[in-house]
T-cell receptor, first 109, second 113 residues
Framework: GQQLNQSPQSMFIQEGEDVSMNCTSS?????WLWYKQDPGEGPVLLIA?????ELTSNGRLTAQFGITRKDSFLNISASIPSDVGIYFC?????????FGTGTRLQVTL | DAGVTQSPTHLIKTRGQQVTLRCSPK?????VSWYQQALGQGPQFIFQ???????QRGNFPDRFSGHQFPNYSSELNVNALLLGDSALYLC????????????FGPGTRLTVT
């Protein structure tokens, strides 16, 4: 099945650093969502974006819905050890979600 | 407020067998979607149930079937299991099919030997 392209695939950063990741698609989506998944658990919704060009924040997380509706970006400021995990973007068309390939984030002290 | 719950947590089956996985949606939600997540990949949409009917289906064979009960809980059935069916099966619930936000359960880890 289709999966969206996420980059980078993985990243190691130091605590306190800012993190950026993005997600691109060949298809247009009406909604973009960002999830975080910890080992052995299901994805947890972080941010939802509903309109092209929209910029939304949730604490240290900021996400943007690309103008073309084919991409989205997630930034994490001042990373902390509990930010470790896999981040997935998901695009929504009709009522199903199409997920990205994931970005694995590891934070070192 | 209970979130999405799934059972069992883990399951080991043999090729050719059949399996049933269960999901209870978050309180107040009436729509259940099922996803398959292979190791190292993002979840892939299997199908969605609303008002006890399958409303949308992803690119999965007919061996994958489901059911939704009047209390909105749902089952995923997989027949004639293949080794490639080994994965984490995730259930997600939402309020109506038009809701933008889906909330996921912890998943059922299925291993086919």
């Amino acid at each position: 099945g289709q999966q969206l392209n996420q980059s980078p695939q993985s990243m190691f950063i130091q605590e306190g650093e800012d993190v950026s990741m993005n997600c691109t698609s060949s298809s247009i989506f009406n909604t973009w969502l960002w999830y975080k998944q910890d080992p052995g658990e299901g994805p947890v919704l972080l941010i939802a974006l509903y309109k092209a060009g929209e910029l939304t924040s949730n604490g240290r997380l900021t996400a943007q819905f690309g103008i073309t509706r084919k991409d989205s970006f997630l930034n994490i400021s001042a990373s902390i050890p509990s930010d470790v995990g896999i981040y997935f973007c998901a695009g929504r068309s009709t009522s199903k979600l199409t997920f990205g390939t994931g970005t694995r984030l590891q934070v070192t002290l | 407020d209970a979130g999405v719950t799934q059972s069992p947590t883990h399951l080991i089956k043999t090729r050719g067998q059949q399996v049933t996985l269960r999901c209870s949606p978050k309180s107040g939600h009436d729509t259940v979607s099922w996803y398959q997540q292979a190791l190292g990949q993002g979840p892939q949409f299997i199908f969605q149930y609303y008002e006890e009917e399958e409303r949308q289906r992803g690119n999965f064979p007919d061996r994958f079937s489901g059911h939704q009960f009047p209390n909105y809980s749902s089952e995923l059935n997989v027949n004639a299991l293949l080794l490639g069916d080994s994965a984490l099966y995730l259930c997600a619930s939402s309020f109506s099919t038009s809701s933008y936000e889906q909330y996921f359960g912890p998943g059922t880890r299925l291993t086919v030997t």
